[in-house]
């Protein structure tokens, strides 16, 4: 068994991986770094051979993990790709919409190598996807098997990240390699937490997202709901506009859920709310699944509930900025040339305005700018735009759809997993895991793959 690490860097990027086992070469995932332009973005398919791969696991819809699948399963026209039903769904718009941003900045910054592939280039790879039902053991050319350790194939398994995110259990002549993708174990509002499979693991493959980010002493989700709701509330008295940057892909439909909880409790009084319009469509398809996967509230239709606005280009100028008006707009990092970023800057200046943060921003993120200037401080957030004094009141609220490193490390220990190979992680979080797992498991290895070398495993 021979694992091969496709990322170009040890780092939370363009997530795509390598497994050869039972004559067979898998690739699990093919993510486009969110950072990175160009064929820099993707991971390095050079190192599978054009018509090589025999099957093509997709774990979830998400940028980092789906972005560059049509690059893939062009050079590999015979490989099997499978995912979850939601997934596929959600993948179909995700890399659409991905043409429409490389397209633009193409133009915009002259990269000659964008668009990676067109919007034909996507139906072509759609064409090759098979759609498995969570927990169904599959074979690599894509029937259905018994569940029997004997069987030679994989089986999704609900990991509680985002609509359709999964697992992904493999078995060959009796062993488990188990990858975990995204991974969250703690109920959020909409979604449950994961449900992964028990029983022995030979081989780990895990995500270490938040190995660098310890919980607060005393911190929980619910108490996190309180201080959200307390902030809305006095920014509700300000009167000023109230900006959440979020993900359009699972953040948004997090936030609107809450939204709802929290106006169903009284606890708010529910203002006008403005969404993005990839948001809108994503949030259509969570609305499409509401009844078919185990959602915490399995009868919300989220836009009958909420009845979001949808702000665009086009019409952001004319949002208004002094009335207190919700916008939940994308990226949730604040990238440059996205309606969260030229929103924040007309309301950095103004005091009766409200910046939330509800997830994670790279340090090096507008958004991350954002978080280290504080109140007081000063922010350039676009290179286009001058620097502005942030006057506007900023508020950090932990509603993370990862696992924390703490919950993950129990997970470990419970399972035992022989070997752990640790990705999707910064240097800084790798190594808190790989210290802390050593000293866990001493009867165990745990690894840390190298870009581009293959690890016998």
């Known amino acids: 068994m021979r ?36 064929l820099e973005a993707s991971p390095d398919f050079s190192l599978l051979g054009d018509g090589t791969v025999d099957a093509i ?10 972005g560059c699948l049509p690059v893939l399963t062009r050079g590999q026209p015979r490989a099997k790709v499978f995912m979850t039903a939601s997934t596929a769904d959600l993948a179909d718009t995700m890399l659409h919409n991905s043409v429409n941003v490389m397209s633009r900045k193409r133009e915009e ?10 919007h034909r280039g996507a139906d072509l790879s759609a064409a090759a996807w098979q759609t498995c039902p969570l927990e169904a053991v ?37 062993r488990r390699i188990f990858y975990t993708g995204d991974v969250n174990f703690e109920n959020q509002t909409l979604l449950p937490g994961a449900a992964f499979p028990e029983g022995p693991i030979d081989v780990l493959i895990m995500e270490t997202t938040r190995g660098d980010s310890p919980l607060p002493p005393g911190f929980t989700r619910a108490g996190e709901e309180e201080r959200f709701c307390a902030a809305l509330n006095a920014a509700y008295e300000r009167g000023g506009a109230i900006l959440i940057p979020v993900f359009a892909l699972g953040k948004t439909q997090e936030i609107l859920t809450l939204l709802y909880r929290l106006r169903r409790d009284a606890a708010i009084r529910l203002k006008p709310v403005y969404i993005g319009g990839l ?7 969570y609305d499409k699944y509401r009844t078919s996967t185990g959602r915490l509230h399995p009868r919300l239709e989220i836009f009958d509930a909420i009845a979001p606005f949808t702000l665009t280009g086009k019409n952001v100028e004319a949002a208004k900025v002094d009335r207190t008006h919700i916008y939940a707009l994308s990226s949730g990092m604040m990238t440059e040339n996205t309606l969260s970023n030229g929103f924040a800057r007309r309301i950095l200046e103004r005091t009766d305005c409200s910046i939330f943060f509800v997830g994670y921003a790279d340090p090096a993120s507008p958004a991350g700018r954002l978080k280290a200037a504080g109140m007081g401080g000063t922010v350039q957030l676009d290179p286009a735009a001058p620097a502005q004094e942030v006057r506007c009141h900023i508020g950090e ?20 997993p022989k070997k752990v190979v640790l990705v999707h992680g910064d240097p800084a979080a790798v190594e808190w895991f790989r210290s802390n797992l050593a000293a866990d498991l001493p009867g165990s290895e745990i690894l840390v793959p190298e870009p581009g070398k293959a690890l016998e495993l």
Not at 161 to 171: K, M, Q, T, V, W
Request: charged share 20%; proline share 2%.
């Open 3 to 38: 694992f091969t690490n496709l990322t170009r860097r040890v780092e939370i990027g363009a997530n795509s991986y390598l497994l050869e086992t039972g004559g067979k070469k898998i690739v699990i995932d093919a993510g486009m770094h969110p950072k990175a332009e160009g």
């Open 57 to 66: 696991l997709v774990s979830h819809a998400h940028q980092d993990h789906l």
């Open 109 to 118: 910054l002259g990269l000659a190598d964008y668009p990676l592939f067109t």
């Open 138 to 174: 599959i074979s690599y050319e894509g029937e259905r098997l018994p569940h029997e350790e004997s069987a030679s194939g994989f089986s999704f398994h609900d990991a509680g990240h985002i609509l359709g995110s999964a697992g992904i259990l493999l078995r060959e002549d009796g």
């Open 279 to 285: 948001s809108t469509k994503i949030t259509s398809i």
């Open 397 to 416: 609220f932990n509603f993370s759809a990862h696992a924390s490193r703490e919950s993950l490390r129990t997970w470990v220990g419970r399972v035992a």
